[in-house]
């Protein structure tokens, strides 16, 4: 009888609608547009000048305007644009500055004020001063596409020193202020600092993370603010820290938050332990290493971060599985590096950790999200040349990861993905250098 009653409670589930599995989103494939021709051929730390992961941003869209800018082979800025969807890409060729370097550090950032319209690029910079430019307010918005909207190339923001700057990073405030993050000194021995752009002009918050001290550096994955309450917007960072100028000293994942524009800072508990130009960020300071990688791991820094609509901080972080055995030789570690998703659950403040099965060796991803909170990856791999788009779905909290395409054997160094694209108007729009440089795509995907 208990046999019975048993099979007729199991028939009985079959019976009851089950929920469907979550699934990892599709990408449909839209365009490919060719940027340029006549990219930066130079390879140097297996990239070119045009795309690296620390680009913030390489390409981005801006009140139905997709910026994207690259070096020539002759060593100008270059910064085109189009109307999206699918509108003719249109170039500008700064030719009043060319560089001599064939560093691939020596990257190009955009930033655009929203107060303004203007466009800022931060270039050609690698323990070197600091190079910029701006363009004339309102140029983000207007039909007027010249040479004469921009300005001269400045050393300086302020008169602060940047004679010894790399990794320039432009992040907004939903208010419209424009922020840029910058290290100052060198790979093992840096800072971080912060700047403001407001009513036509940059002022020099201070420095928020402090390395010399300890004799180490910080190297972002990324810093940006979430939406999750328009009135009171969180500015987030997470980063890993080097103990020398060899990249198997990097090691651990180190997160903190801001609630008014950088000045203070708080840790993983929402406790305040740090205030800009007076008491910045350490590494040692409590509350601030969120998950433990130890050196000798594999850990590429600079990989990406991007939050949610929910508030939740994701980090796409590479570096030896957990049964790996440690590996001092950081060139030979990273051909067994795989790609693995961190995330900090908003409410409970806790942090998690997925590994993917994916191998990534001397390139580094972009991760990205949607408006609904999934997730999606462009990953290269330095050694068969292909480009990899995975994703994986809130539904399933982000542990279906999935790969959706895989190119030919063509591309190089890193993918940089167009987040304001994805976030607003759901196409994946991804910046694509070929192997050797020259030419550069621009895929363009619709999401499911």
């Given at each position: 009888?208990k046999?019975?009653?048993?099979?007729?409670?199991?028939?009985?589930?079959?019976?009851?609608?089950?929920?469907?599995?979550?699934?990892?989103?599709?990408?449909?494939?839209?365009?490919?547009?060719?940027?340029?021709?006549?990219?930066?051929?130079?390879?140097?730390?297996?990239?070119?000048m045009?795309?690296?992961?620390?680009?913030?941003?390489?390409?981005?869209?801006?009140a139905?305007?997709?910026?994207?800018?690259?070096?020539?082979?002759?060593?100008?800025?270059?910064?085109?644009?189009?109307?999206?969807?699918?509108?003719?890409?249109?170039?500008?060729?700064?030719?009043?500055?060319?560089?001599?370097?064939?560093?691939?550090?020596?990257?190009?950032?955009?930033?655009?004020?929203?107060?303004?319209?203007?466009?800022?690029?931060?270039?050609?910079?690698?323990s070197?001063?600091?190079?910029?430019?701006?363009?004339?307010?309102?140029?983000?918005?207007?039909s007027?596409w010249?040479?004469?909207?921009?300005?001269a190339?400045?050393?300086?923001?302020?008169?602060?020193?940047?004679?010894?700057?790399?990794?320039?990073?432009?992040?907004?405030?939903?208010?419209?202020?424009?922020?840029?993050?910058i290290?100052?000194?060198?790979?093992g021995?840096?800072?971080?600092?912060?700047?403001?752009?407001?009513s036509?002009?940059?002022?020099?918050?201070?420095?928020?993370?402090?390395?010399?001290?300890?004799?180490?550096?910080?190297?972002?994955?990324?810093?940006?603010?979430?939406?999750?309450?328009?009135?009171?917007?969180?500015?987030?960072?997470?980063?890993?820290?080097?103990?020398?100028?060899d990249?198997?000293?990097?090691?651990?994942?180190?997160?903190?938050?801001?609630?008014?524009?950088?000045?203070t800072?708080?840790?993983?508990?929402?406790?305040?332990?740090?205030?800009?130009?007076?008491?910045p960020l350490?590494?040692?300071?409590?509350?601030?290493?969120?998950?433990?990688?130890?050196?000798?791991?594999?850990?590429?820094?600079?990989?990406?971060?991007?939050?949610d609509?929910?508030?939740?901080?994701?980090?796409?972080?590479?570096?030896?599985?957990?049964?790996a055995?440690?590996?001092?030789?950081?060139?030979?570690?990273?051909?067994?590096?795989?790609l693995?998703?961190?995330?900090?659950?908003?409410?409970?403040?806790?942090?998690?950790?997925?590994?993917?099965?994916?191998?990534?060796?001397?390139?580094?991803?972009?991760?990205?999200?949607?408006?609904?909170?999934?997730?999606?990856?462009?990953?290269?791999?330095?050694?068969?040349?292909?480009?990899?788009?995975?994703?994986?779905?809130?539904?399933?909290?982000?542990?279906?990861?999935?790969?959706?395409?895989t190119?030919?054997?063509?591309?190089?160094?890193?993918?940089?993905?167009?987040?304001?694209r994805?976030?607003?108007?759901?196409?994946?729009?991804?910046?694509?250098?070929?192997?050797?440089?020259?030419?550069?795509?621009?895929?363009?995907?619709?999401?499911?």
């Amino acid at each position: 009888m208990k046999r019975f009653m048993a099979a007729v409670a199991a028939f009985s589930l079959l019976l009851v609608p089950q929920p469907a599995l979550a699934a990892a989103p599709t990408v449909t494939h839209s365009s490919t547009t060719v940027l340029t021709t006549s990219g930066r051929t130079a390879l140097t730390y297996t990239g070119y000048m045009n795309g690296e992961s620390f680009q913030q941003d390489g390409i981005v869209t801006y009140a139905g305007r997709q910026y994207a800018a690259f070096w020539d082979q002759s060593g100008y800025v270059n910064i085109s644009r189009r109307q999206v969807p699918s509108g003719a890409w249109q170039n500008l060729r700064l030719t009043d500055y060319v560089t001599t370097s064939t560093d691939s550090h020596n990257t190009i950032s955009i930033g655009i004020a929203p107060a303004d319209g203007t466009i800022h690029l931060a270039f050609d910079t690698h323990s070197s001063q600091f190079r910029y430019r701006k363009s004339v307010a309102g140029l983000a918005t207007s039909s007027t596409w010249t040479t004469g909207g921009f300005g001269a190339v400045q050393s300086s923001l302020t008169s602060t020193s940047m004679a010894v700057v790399t990794y320039p990073q432009f992040f907004a405030h939903p208010d419209g202020t424009l922020q840029l993050a910058i290290r100052t000194g060198y790979s093992g021995t840096g800072d971080e600092v912060l700047y403001e752009y407001k009513s036509g002009g940059w002022s020099y918050i201070g420095e928020f993370i402090d390395g010399t001290t300890a004799g180490n550096n910080a190297y972002l994955f990324g810093i940006e603010y979430d939406n999750y309450d328009p009135a009171n917007p969180l500015l987030h960072v997470t980063w890993t820290v080097r103990e020398t100028s060899d990249a198997s000293t990097n090691h651990d994942l180190f997160y903190a938050y801001s609630k008014d524009k950088g000045r203070t800072w708080r840790n993983n508990a929402g406790t305040v332990v740090a205030t800009s130009g007076s008491s910045p960020l350490r590494s040692d300071s409590a509350g601030l290493r969120v998950w433990g990688i130890g050196q000798n791991r594999g850990l590429i820094n600079q990989e990406s971060q991007v939050v949610d609509a929910g508030g939740i901080v994701h980090v796409l972080a590479s570096h030896l599985p957990a049964s790996a055995a440690s590996n001092s030789n950081f060139t030979s570690a990273r051909e067994t590096a795989v790609l693995v998703h961190y995330w900090r659950d908003k409410a409970s403040k806790v942090w998690h950790q997925t590994y993917t099965p994916f191998l990534e060796r001397s390139a580094r991803g972009d991760i990205a999200v949607d408006s609904r909170d999934n997730l999606y990856v462009a990953s290269g791999d330095s050694s068969t040349r292909k480009l990899h788009i995975q994703t994986a779905s809130k539904a399933s909290g982000w542990a279906d990861w999935t790969i959706r395409y895989t190119s030919g054997a063509i591309y190089y160094s890193d993918p940089l993905i167009d987040h304001q694209r994805l976030k607003s108007l759901g196409t994946l729009s991804i910046f694509a250098p070929r192997y050797g440089g020259s030419q550069i795509d621009v895929q363009d995907w619709t999401v499911s």
